[in-house]
Every structure is written in C-alpha cells, then in structure tokens.
T-cell receptor, first 113, second 114 residues
Framework: KNQVEQSPQSLIILEGKNCTLQ??????????LRWYKQDTGRGPVSLTI?????NTKSNGRYTATLDADTKQSSLHITASQLSDSASYIC????????????FGPGTSLSVIP | GAGVSQSPSNKVTEKGKDVELRCDPI?????LYWYRQSLGQGLEFLIY????????KSGLPSDRFSAERTGGSVSTLTIQRTQQEDSAVYLC????????????FGDGTRLSIL
C-alpha cells in the first residue's frame, strides 16, 4: 500500500534552535518527494522538491535530505524563527501516476520565544 | 492575481443544501487539482484536470460530489445534499505541467455543515 508517514506528529522548540522532521514512505515506483509548509488558515507552499538522484537540497534555512534506498526523507530547520510555526507536509509522487500524489499527515511545529 | 484564488473563503450551510466552491488557477497552468483536508488529517485527493483531457474523478467520495473546469481555467466543485461529514477545508491547486512541478495552492474554502 502506498503510504507516507511523518514524525513527530507535533513538536515544540525554542526560537533559535534547530529541529529535524522525518518522513518515511512506501510509495512505489517513486518519482519525487516534496516538502510543503502550511501556515494556519493558508494553503501549502512548496519548500523543496527532490528526485531519486538527489540526496540533499536546501532552501534558505531549510535543508531536505532523501535516502531512496531506505525510503526516508528529513527536513532540517536551522536557527528556527517564530514564523516557522506551521504544519510541514511530506508529499510523494508515484512514477506511474504523476498526477496523483500521496500526502503525509504533516508535522505541526510550534516555535516559542 | 499572481496566485491561485478560491472563493468563498468560508461557507456555512445547512445539511441537505447544495454548495458550489470556485477556484481560479494561475494563468497558463494546465493542471488543476481539488483536495479535501479534514481537521488533523492529510490532504485527500478529489479530482484532477489536465488540459483538455477527461478529468480523473477517482478521488470523489460519492456521487454527490462533482466538478467542472470551463475553458481550461476556472473550476467549480459542487457538493449536493451536503452532509455533516462534508465539513472540511477544500483546497485547489494548479501547476504548469504534471511531471515534477510543484503544485501552487489556494488558501482553501472552509466548509461547515450545520
């Protein structure tokens, strides 16, 4: 069964600290993996997209990693800011079905002063 | 506008009524998607439009749900005889093509069925 799991479900960190969010997937055949940030009351916004051959991709203070062998991805946030408080969603696309993507349940991150 | 626009942003209606949700995708984007996001849940795929091809309706939960896309641009999602379990945020997304492109999301319509 094609699934995307994320951990932790929620996380609270102090402003300025780093954190890492995890994504495990069983989607096959794999096409690409994306991380989205969803602020409360807003639609998701793409942070990074990674294909099979990419191991690391950065977008400012966000760094995503992908291990296609173990089917795991992580999103590392450096020097967190209050504005990083949001839900982070891992999304995986199947190679044979680009048009349909499988969304993880998200990790709710709260950054507190 | 520059982004995906959805209307209304909020809709409250009584059980049994019909509702129509609207999505204006980014100009030139050929792919359009509808998703449903229930509280604390991941996004659930509903329907997908790609150019002039027949839409992929495989995610629609029942025959009370339908969607159309006129002229390859604006899309409407219609829910007939609404039920309380239809309460959710309905998100629309568009992308310039299918393969590898990130989807650009609107801010959704929050639907509440009383």
């Amino acid at each position: 069964k094609n699934q995307v799991e994320q951990s932790p479900q929620s996380l609270i960190i102090l402003e300025g600290k780093n954190c890492t969010l995890q994504c495990n997937y069983t989607v096959s055949p794999f096409s690409n993996l994306r991380w989205y940030k969803q602020d409360t009351g807003r639609g998701p916004v793409s942070l990074t997209i990674m294909t099979f051959s990419e191991n690391t991709k950065s977008n400012g203070r966000y760094t995503a990693t992908l291990d296609a062998d173990t089917k795991q991805s992580s999103l590392h946030i450096t020097a967190s800011q209050l504005s990083d408080s949001a839900s982070y969603i891992c999304v995986v696309s199947r190679e044979t079905s680009y048009d349909k993507v499988i969304f993880g349940p998200g990790t709710s991150l709260s950054v507190i002063p | 506008g520059a982004g995906v626009s959805q209307s209304p942003s909020n809709k409250v209606t009584e059980k049994g009524k019909d509702v129509e949700l609207r999505c204006d995708p980014i100009s030139g984007h050929t792919a359009l998607y509808w998703y449903r996001q229930s509280l604390g849940q991941g996004l659930e795929f509903l329907i997908y439009f790609q150019g002039n091809s027949a839409p992929d309706k495989s995610g629609l939960p029942s025959d009370r749900f339908s969607a159309e896309r006129t002229g390859g641009s604006v899309s409407t999602l219609t829910i007939q005889r609404t039920q309380q379990e239809d309460s959710a945020v309905y998100l629309c997304a568009s992308s310039p093509s299918v393969n590898g492109q990130p989807q650009h999301f609107g801010d959704g319509t929050r639907l509440s069925i009383l």
